[in-house]
């Protein structure tokens, strides 16, 4: 028996406001401000998915990737029909390319704008 359920998944970043229009416009959805508006914490209600949360970080560093003396501290993995259709779409809202040369695998490595690694998978 479980003793708990999945609430939502939360990123540190530095503006939550963007970096939740980054995912809304991947994964659709609608972002959603605290309610005292203070910037500090977005809401993303993803259709028939799990909600993502992004949190102001004061100081933020984005994980690096890869990178022996470091963790990327999480991924997204990120189902699609089309990797082609898939990565021109988010390199044209701000993704950059980690690890996406090798286009004979199912999956290419993309960072957000605030820097965390996100896969594309073809799975």
């Known amino acids: 028996m479980a003793l708990a359920k999945l609430g939502v998944v939360v990123l540190d970043c ?26 500090e914490w977005v809401d993303l209600k993803v259709p028939g998915g ?15 990737w890869p990178a022996p003396d470091g963790a990327q501290q999480f991924h997204l993995d990120l189902v699609v029909a089309d ?7 988010v390199l044209e809202l701000g993704a950059r ?19 965390h690694p996100f896969c594309l998978c073809a799975c």
């Open 83 to 89: 990797l082609d259709a898939a990565e021109k779409g």
């Open 50 to 64: 799990p909600a993502l949360a992004f949190q102001e970080a004061p100081g933020y560093v984005p994980p690096k």
């Open 97 to 115: 390319p980690l690890d996406a040369e090798d286009r004979e695998r199912t999956f290419r490595v993309y960072a957000d704008p605030a820097g």
């Open 14 to 39: 530095p503006d939550p406001h963007a970096l939740a229009g980054f995912y809304a416009a991947v994964l659709g959805g609608t972002a959603e401000a605290d309610s005292d508006d203070s910037g």
